[in-house]
C-alpha cells in the first residue's frame, strides 16, 4: 500500500553555538560514545527507511562539520542557518521543491532518538490524512510529572501550579513543509516569540497533536545531560 507521507524530510537546526555547556566548540561537536553528539543524531535520521532527505543548517564559519563520518552520506544536504532557530529551519524548507513534503525537524543535540518515536510521528501524522482532515502535524512530548512551580522576579515562589495536561514539548516535530514554511514567516515578520515549530502553527491556529515519546530523548545542554545521553546510549538499541 502507497504510504500517505511519500516526501518526508528531516532539518537539523544546528547553527548554535550552545554557550551554556561552557565548552570551546559548538555542543552537537562535544564528544558522546566515539563520535560527536550531532553524528548520533544524524546516524538515526539518516537510516530511518521513511526519511528520503536530512538537511543541516550550519553556522555559516562552521569549520567542524566536514570532519564527521555522515557528512559525505547521499541523503544529506547542507544549509547556511541563521541567528535563530527558526532561521534555520526556514534555511532548511527553502531547499525543498516537492510541494507535498513532509518535514520532520529534530535538534541536533538530542542524539537518544528512537526510530519507534519516528514512527508514532508519522502514524499520527498519516491518520490525520486519512481522515480527511487538515493535517495539524504532530510532536514528541512527555507529560510532566514534576510539582510545578512559578516564580515572581526575585527566584521566590509565587505560586504552585497544576501540572494536569502540561507537557514537555520535545523533538522530532513534524508538519506539512508548505504550511510550516508559511506560518514560520508570518510569525517572524509579527515579530512571534518562536521557540519551537510547533509555537509558529499554533500561532497561525493550528493544534498539533501531542505524541507520547521516551523519556530519554533527553536535550544535551549542561554538561550533565552529557553524561546521561553517553548512558542512555551505552544501554539502548535505538532502532
Known amino acids: 500500500m502507497k504510504p500517505l507521507i511519500e516526501h518526508l524530510i528531516a532539518i537539523v537546526p544546528a547553527a548554535g553555538i550552545g554557550s551554556r555547556m561552557g565548552a570551546e566548540l559548538p555542543k552537537q561537536y562535544l564528544m558522546l560514545n566515539q563520535q560527536p553528539i550531532i553524528g548520533h543524531t544524524l546516524d538515526i535520521l539518516l537510516n530511518h527507511p521513511r526519511i528520503t532527505q536530512v538537511i543541516v543548517a550550519l553556522h555559516p564559519e562552521d569549520c567542524y562539520f566536514d570532519a564527521l563520518t555522515q557528512a559525505k552520506h547521499p541523503k544529506l544536504t547542507r544549509v547556511t542557518g541563521g541567528n535563530e532557530r527558526a532561521d534555520s529551519v526556514l534555511a532548511g524548507l527553502s531547499q525543498l521543491t516537492e510541494e507535498q513534503?513532509?518535514?520532520?525537524?529534530?535538534?541536533?543535540?538530542?542524539?537518544?532518538?528512537?526510530?519507534?518515536?519516528?514512527?508514532?510521528?508519522?502514524?499520527?501524522?498519516?491518520q490525520q490524512m486519512s481522515q480527511n482532515r487538515e493535517p495539524?502535524?504532530?510532536?514528541?512530548?512527555?507529560?510532566?510529572?514534576?510539582?510545578?512551580?512559578?516564580?515572581?522576579?526575585?527566584?521566590?515562589?509565587?505560586?504552585?501550579?497544576?501540572?494536569?495536561?502540561?507537557?514537555?514539548?520535545?523533538?522530532?516535530?513534524?508538519?506539512?513543509?508548505?504550511?510550516?514554511?508559511?506560518?514560520?514567516?508570518?510569525?517572524?515578520?509579527?515579530?512571534?516569540?518562536?521557540?519551537?515549530?510547533?509555537?509558529?502553527?499554533?500561532?497561525?491556529?493550528?493544534?498539533?497533536?501531542?505524541?507520547?515519546?521516551?523519556?530519554?530523548?533527553?536535550?544535551?545542554?549542561?554538561?550533565?545531560?552529557?553524561?546521561?545521553?553517553?548512558?542512555?546510549?551505552?544501554?539502548e538499541d535505538f532502532s
Open 101 to 126: 513534503s513532509w518535514a520532520l525537524v529534530h535538534d541536533a543535540a538530542r542524539p537518544c532518538l528512537h526510530c519507534s518515536d519516528i514512527d508514532k510521528l508519522i502514524e499520527t501524522a498519516e
Open 136 to 235: 495539524q502535524g504532530a510532536i514528541l512530548a512527555m507529560p510532566v510529572r514534576d510539582t510545578m512551580k512559578r516564580s515572581d522576579r526575585h527566584g521566590d515562589i509565587e505560586e504552585t501550579v497544576s501540572r494536569d495536561n502540561l507537557w514537555h514539548a520535545l523533538t522530532p516535530q513534524l508538519f506539512p513543509a508548505s504550511i510550516l514554511k508559511n506560518n514560520l514567516t508570518n510569525a517572524l515578520a509579527f515579530k512571534v516569540n518562536i521557540t519551537d515549530e510547533a509555537s509558529a502553527m499554533e500561532w497561525a491556529g493550528a493544534k498539533p497533536h501531542l505524541v507520547p515519546g521516551r523519556g530519554d530523548n533527553i536535550k544535551v545542554t549542561h554538561p550533565d545531560d552529557l553524561r546521561l545521553a553517553a548512558l542512555f546510549l551505552s544501554q
